[in-house]
């Protein structure tokens, strides 16, 4: 699986869009990009994942770029319950086993 | 359609005794993985099981850890002689198949060793 690189941390206002980055430079064309969150103490949650076309669902949105080299995270209306570590993970389709988390990006959202 | 359970929530041990942290994946899923979050650490990876069989140990403590995913009823970890750094959050996870769609995390098991 390909390794990834996002910022350690990141804040945001309440109310505005929050936009996430992750850097996936030696992806390979059959990976995918899977976003999760772990707010505090919780079990991490799934929240979006895209192979090549921009995705979105009721949580987030995902733009990847056309080289697939780096993504973006992007919640639209941040709050505070938004608070959490981010984990941009990438993974093969027909890859089996484990999920590895790196460090993440801590959101903070701030009133 | 209940999601991952993992029982109990909180559980203390003395140093000595064994723990024993359940996981009971969501209905249709054979596929199950325990991770460790140490305090202010990210999440590793310990095992992965499917019914009646390990794939990959590669992040289980060679000593006192063990786990099981029995034919019949929740996957089990268990740690014996517990010493005061096995303090940790232990999730785990579960997905209908190896791969990364589906998965879902559970709760998790707080422990703490006295």
């Known amino acids: 699986d390909a390794k990834t690189t996002q910022p350690t941390s990141m804040d945001c206002a309440e109310g505005r869009a929050a936009n996430l980055p992750c850097n996936h430079s030696?992806?390979?064309?059959?990976?995918?990009v899977y976003w999760y969150r772990q707010i505090h103490s919780q079990g991490p949650q799934y929240i979006i994942h895209g192979l090549k076309n921009n995705e979105t669902n009721e949580m987030a949105s995902l733009i990847i770029t056309e080289d697939r080299k780096s993504s973006t995270l992007i919640l639209p209306h941040a709050t505070l319950r938004d608070t959490a570590v981010y984990y941009c993970i990438v993974r093969g389709s027909g890859n089996t086993g484990k999920l590895i988390f790196g460090q993440g990006t801590t959101l903070q959202v701030k009133p | 359609n209940a999601g991952v359970m993992q029982n109990p929530r909180h559980l203390v041990r003395r140093r000595g005794q064994e723990a024993r942290l359940r996981c009971s994946p969501m209905k249709g899923h054979s596929h199950v993985y325990w991770y460790r979050q140490l305090p202010e650490e990210g999440l590793k990876f310990m095992v992965y099981l499917q019914k009646e069989n390990i794939i990959d140990e590669s992040g289980m403590p060679k000593e006192r850890f063990s786990a099981e995913f029995p034919k019949e009823g929740p996957s089990i970890l268990r740690i014996q002689q517990v010493v005061r750094g096995d303090s940790a959050a232990y999730f785990c996870?579960?997905?209908?198949?190896?791969?990364?769609?589906?998965?879902?995390f559970g709760s998790g098991t707080r422990l703490t060793v006295v």
């Open positions: 996870a579960s997905s209908p198949a190896g791969t990364a769609l589906g998965y879902t």
């Open positions: 030696t992806i390979s064309g059959n990976e995918y």
